[in-house]
């Protein structure tokens, strides 16, 4: 016997900053329009995909993109009572502590962790960019269980 799963999917949120080296090349103005139109492109309705773009930030990139969708969806029709959100693999323990605690307690908050491509997530230290990544995201991971994300 197969096993059914439906997936409600009301929309699906891009974020991003400001688009920096090339930006002048691409007829985009933020990496939220860029995602968003590639998703489209990739074959997913157009009416589905919103991109919220949010300033350049020097940090708190998460938390910033955190905001500007709560911010979107105070302003929309959806009623949301859970979201999920997409990053990469080493990215997304900590991005899932901000948004829960930005969206805690009106809605849940769950994470897809998707795998790196640049490396071998199995042998992360065998690369360069797999050390920078998951040793960056383990120290930030940390410092991210010290700070107050509401305030």
């Given amino acids: 016997m197969q096993n059914l799963i439906r997936v409600f ?6 974020t991003g900053t400001p688009i920096g ?10 990496l939220a329009e860029l995602t968003a139109t ?8 157009s009416d589905q ?3 919220v773009s ?17 911010e979107w969806l105070a302003t929309s029709n959806l009623q949301v009572n859970s979201i999920n959100i997409y990053t ?3 990215h997304a323990r900590r991005s899932w502590m901000i948004y829960r605690n930005i969206f805690s307690p009106d809605i849940k ?5 998707i795998q790196p491509q640049g490396y ?5 230290w065998q690369s360069s960019a797999g050390m920078r990544t998951v040793i960056g995201d383990a120290i930030a991971y940390f410092y991210t269980r010290f700070v107050d994300w509401k305030s």
Avoid: C, H
Avoid at 21 to 30: D, Q, T
Avoid at 120 to 124: A, C, E, N
């Fill in 9 to 14: 999917i009301k929309k699906i949120i891009t």
């Fill in 21 to 30: 080296k090339g930006f002048y090349l691409s007829e985009y103005n933020n």
């Fill in 38 to 45: 590639t998703l489209v492109m990739f074959g997913f309705d």
């Fill in 49 to 51: 995909v919103v991109a």
């Fill in 54 to 70: 949010i300033p350049e930030v020097i940090k708190y990139r998460t938390t910033a993109s955190a905001m500007a969708v709560k």
């Fill in 88 to 90: 990469l693999g080493p």
């Fill in 109 to 113: 908050v769950g994470v897809i962790a």
């Fill in 120 to 124: 071998d997530p199995q042998r992360w």
